[in-house]
């Protein structure tokens, strides 16, 4: 009997001495004043951003001395994991300010209507004209600012300028998706290179590029699915006829294409401008032999602008340094300087209009031939259309993937996307046009 | 004599105490969830509405049919053989079984983020796999993206990961058949193949009964796999129970159906279970 | 006939060889990773040789995550709590395995029953929990709440119920206490088991991923798959610091096992039970 006493004993002790042994106590989102009147700010972020973070906290506190910033680096996806579990759990354990990518931003202030600050209370409102117009619509739910604006990522065909010469291609001659195919076909013959990559099966980029760049996407500014018009129809059939003429090579999630990009196996890929970043840092030793131009057209003359990512900084509610939270991001959204340095360094493309003055929206990139890719980017921002994500965006997603599989598995792609519609109204009550 | 009584209550108590404040308030929190239905913070009392939801939600069908089609091909292979890696280490006449050990075992260690870079670089469809067997002259595979290709990849990656784990639990089992009723067999002339029958497999029964029963659980709440290996594409072709009540809840927050989803689960390994209790009769 | 048992053993060897081969090519293939480049994972035809890279490699992952520090966290963790676990799981698993008492058959069950309930659906109602305990982020908040583990408790009643009734019932008449019969008697023979749990427990803590990564929020106490997860960006990751980090976290359960799967063999020579 004593022996189990000593038991329990030993087993109560060791919790006791774990308890002891707890780590810094960051859990409760604000670490509060403390002494000296020091505000502690709590961060989420992912990668690059949290490197941008630390620098314009640093840039921040030449104003004011008593606020700090913990960021903490997590995955992307994680984020998004711990971001659900603390607000599911009634908003606990939360940062005072969090990343969140624009396709979700929706989802979140929707299904989580309390979760955050409603940045327009605090007067947002004043400084939305500073960002293109798309960047704005996207940090908004129901007329109200929700989120503040950060980076983009305009659309761009990333090409290798070795096969397009052995072939014979000129890339400025490139206007339209017709355009592209041909030039495609010849490259493939010359060299062997596929045009582009494409995880057939998992994700839909480009696809979602090209909605975006017909003005359309899953959900319409009315937020009824939009998946059977005839935009979405004609982007999903110009995949199609690459995929017939063999020129979409299979790769799968991100490794994939990532290896699709060193390995010299595909002449361009269409991504959103973050993907310098990877381009420089996995194939490093093909520098001079990159190129981009804007997405093709699919009409002569047609809108070339296009965007595919970006994210946004947002405050979850309930902390004890919502203002001084507020005030440090609206430092962070609204100085060119703060955005330059995100970009020189991170590679983190701005939406912040009035950094496109600056020099090096002008320089030529010597990885990319000397071209100046920066002001091709820039240049699109104002012409973006704005993708109607909504709160079932994840859903919208996952169909949308299912009728592109079933696309290039042989369906006929109106057939496929109009089940996806059905599939896709099923799931989230929402009206089919057309 | 009453301390007599009280002595199996002690040896549980400590397990039966952790166990009461750690599992059992999220076990409940969860169940009550499942009779609740909305997104997010915005969730209201539906009763026995998500009940009625599953059966006419066809990803969910189309999930569950995918679940029992891993369970059903995949885990017979496994614990097979488990049992005959098992059975060869534990042979007196091998040499190097502490290398083999090691080596089949150490699948088992990768964790999810090692298991999903590695796999989906080398499953690709110019990837190292593929390079292989054309090498050897045959023709390369769809292996993430045809229905049945993934499903099978599924399957390989799912037994290479766990034969080794299934092993050491047979390996640890083997150990409690004496050695006598072997030496009594070979002395009667039964074979190895005639021994493993009517020897190992008898006396390990308990044991195969774990495996089996762990596998049915690990397989009907399959999660890992699918969601670093096809993200349950292409199509839903490999999307698993589990899977869906992760996208259910993290992705489109729907905790009160994702609940449900979850209690389903437990179901059907409770049944699951129970017949193959019955099937094996379990001595106590 | 001689040389037939040789072939039969020949080809036993090769087969086990191929299958020991096809279970650690991965590993092989993720360390070659970790001694190039990043882009070189992708490179046609597939690099199989070691490259010069290692040491930076492990310095940029040094950098991004602090080795050390991970290390330390993922080691305290999963051994505090494989002993812990162990212990509580061999003691009530000794109770259902050996013992008849009211309740039983019903805590046995509900046991069973909770080993069926996915993770993902009781990670919000623990963290609720561990918020309102003010345990967020400590090791405790990790350690803690799979101490009763279902599975090692299922694991040690299997094995315990191979174990003769008889010697524990002789043990009773010559006057031994209950503690005495469970340290003396039953474990010293329960090793082959009580190794195989353990390394089950540790494997299990040591590869944890959701619930630390939900749990804990500070770098400084993030586990390893917490920390190598952090190496995923959007857009850009470094290969060669994936794959060293992916070996080096492999290394301790490698070194765990080797040093507990001696006793899978032990039993063999007979412990004083048999």
């Not at chain 1, 300087?337 to 090096?360: C, K």
């Not at chain 3, 920390?227 to 359960?253: E, W």
Request: charged share 15%; with cysteine.
């Amino acid at each position: 009997m004593k022996k189990w006493w000593s038991a329990t004993g030993l087993v109560a002790a060791s919790a006791m001495m774990l308890a002891g042994c707890s780590g810094t106590d960051g859990g409760n989102g604000s670490s509060g004043d403390g002494e000296g009147g020091k505000t502690t700010l709590t961060a989420w972020a992912w990668n690059v951003n949290v490197g941008a973070l630390n620098d314009a906290m640093e840039m921040y506190q030449e104003e004011n001395p008593d606020v700090e910033i913990q960021v903490e680096d997590l995955g992307r996806l994680d984020v998004y994991d711990k971001l659900s579990t603390g607000l599911a759990a009634g908003g606990v354990g939360l940062p005072d300010i969090v990343l969140v990518e624009d396709d979700r931003i929706g989802g979140y202030a929707t299904a989580f209507p309390d979760g955050f600050v409603n940045l327009s209370d605090m007067g947002f409102d004043d400084n939305a004209d500073l960002f293109p117009s798309f960047k704005q619509e996207l940090a908004q739910v129901d007329g109200s600012y929700y989120a503040m604006p950060f980076d983009a990522g305009p659309g761009g065909m990333f090409y290798r300028r070795g096969l397009f010469e052995q072939a014979g291609v000129n890339a400025d001659e490139i206007e339209t998706w017709d355009d592209f195919l041909e030039a495609g076909k010849k490259i493939k013959e010359e060299t062997g290179a596929f045009a582009m990559p494409l995880d057939k099966f998992k994700d839909d980029p480009t696809f979602r590029m090209m909605l975006n760049q017909l003005g359309t996407y899953y959900f319409d500014e009315n937020g009824n699915i939009d998946l059977t018009s005839d935009e979405a129809v004609m982007a999903m059939e110009k995949l199609i006829e690459f995929e017939e003429a063999e020129l979409i090579k299979e790769v799968d999630g991100w490794n994939g294409v990532v290896s699709a990009t060193v390995d010299n196996s595909v002449a361009a890929i269409p991504f959103g401008a973050w993907y310098y970043g990877t381009i420089i840092d996995q194939a490093a030793d093909s520098s001079g032999d990159w190129g981009v131009f804007l997405l093709p057209a699919f009409e002569e003359g047609g809108n070339r602008a296009s965007n595919l990512g970006g994210s946004s900084w947002m405050i979850p509610a309930g902390g004890e340094n919502e203002e001084a939270a507020y005030e440090f991001l609206e430092y962070f959204s609204t100085t060119p300087e703060v955005q330059l340095v995100a970009m020189q360094d991170y590679g983190l493309f701005p939406s912040l209009n009035s950094t496109y003055e600056e020099e090096l929206f002008t320089s030529e990139d010597e990885f990319f031939g000397g071209q100046k890719i920066w002001e091709l980017f820039a240049n699109q921002m104002a012409d973006v259309e704005t993708p109607y994500y909504t709160e079932d965006y994840a859903i919208g997603l996952d169909e949308a993937i299912k009728a592109q599989a079933d696309a290039f598995n042989g369906m006929d792609p109106a057939e496929a996307l109009k089940a996806a519609a059905e599939r896709l109204a099923e799931r989230t009550d929402r009206e089919i046009n057309n | 004599m009453r301390s007599k009584t009280l002595v199996p209550y002690m040896f549980v108590a400590p397990a039966v105490i952790l166990f009461s404040i750690f599992m059992a308030y999220p076990i409940i929190y969860s169940f009550i969830l499942s009779f609740q239905s909305g997104q997010g913070s915005n969730m209201e009392f539906t009763g026995l509405d998500n009940f009625a939801r599953l059966f006419s939600d066809d990803i969910f069908i189309t999930a569950l049919k995918n679940t029992f089609i891993l369970l059903i091909i995949q885990v017979p292979i496994m614990i097979f053989l488990a049992l005959i890696i098992a059975n060869l280490l534990n042979s007196a006449l091998l040499k190097f079984k502490g290398v083999f050990r090691v080596s089949f075992f150490l699948p088992a260690v990768t964790s999810l983020v090692a298991y999903s870079i590695i796999f989906s670089i080398m499953l690709m469809n110019d990837g190292v796999v593929n390079q292989f067997i054309t090498a050897i002259g045959l023709d390369s595979i769809p292996w993430l993206s045809d229905p049945f290709w993934a499903k099978a990849s599924l399957i390989i990656a799912m037994t290479w990961r766990w034969v080794g784990y299934n092993m050491v639990i047979f390996l640890a089992g083997l150990q409690n058949i004496p050695e006598e009723l072997y030496e009594a067999a070979s002395m009667d002339g039964a074979s190895k193949i005639r021994q493993f029958f009517s020897i190992t497999i008898p006396n390990l029964k308990p044991v195969i009964l774990f495996t089996v029963i762990l596998s049915t659980i690990g397989t009907l709440q399959l999660f890992d796999e699918p969601f670093v290996l096809t993200k349950g594409g292409p199509s839903d072709a490999t999307l698993t129970i589990g899977m869906y009540l992760y996208q259910t809840g993290f992705r489109f927050f729907d905790f009160g159906y994702a609940s449900t989803i979850a209690y389903v689960i437990v179901i059907l390994i409770a049944i699951m279970t129970f017949i193959q209790f019955k099937v094996t009769g379990d001595q106590e | 006939m001689k040389t037939q048992n040789k072939i039969k053993k020949v080809s036993l060897l090769v087969v086990l060889i191929i299958g020991a081969l096809v279970s650690l090519f991965p590993f092989y293939w993720a360390a070659i990773g970790a001694t190039n480049t990043s882009g070189s994972m992708f490179s046609k035809p597939p690099t199989l040789i070691p490259g010069s890279m290692l040491m930076e490699n492990i310095r940029n992952l040094d950098e991004s995550i602090g080795i050390s520090r991970v290390m330390f966290n993922s080691l305290f963790i999963a051994t505090t709590y494989t002993i812990l676990a162990l212990f509580i799981c061999t003691m009530a698993a000794y109770a259902f395995a050996k013992f008849q008492f009211p309740g039983r058959n019903v805590i046995f069950t509900i046991f069973l029953l909770s080993m069926m309930v996915p993770y993902h659906a009781t990670i919000i109602p623990l963290f609720k929990m561990m918020a309102a305990l003010n345990w967020l982020n400590t090791y405790q908040a990790v350690i803690l709440p799979n101490l009763a583990y279902p599975f090692a408790i299922f694991l040690m009643r299997q094995n315990l119920l191979a174990f003769p009734t008889s010697l524990i019932e002789a043990a009773r008449i010559d006057g031994a206490g209950e503690w005495k019969i469970f340290f003396r008697i039953v474990l010293p023979s329960m090793k082959p088991a009580l190794a195989a749990t353990a390394i089950f427990l540790f494997l299990y803590q040591w590869n944890s991923f959701l619930w630390p990564l939900i749990a804990l929020s500070t770098t400084d106490m993030y586990t390893f798959p917490v920390a190598l997860s952090t190496l995923f960006g959007l857009s850009r990751i470094d290969y060669g610091q994936v794959m060293a980090g992916v070996t080096i976290a492999t290394i301790p359960i490698i070194i765990f096992f080797l040093l507990l799967q001696r006793q899978f063999i032990s039993g063999m020579l007979g412990s004083a039970v048999k």
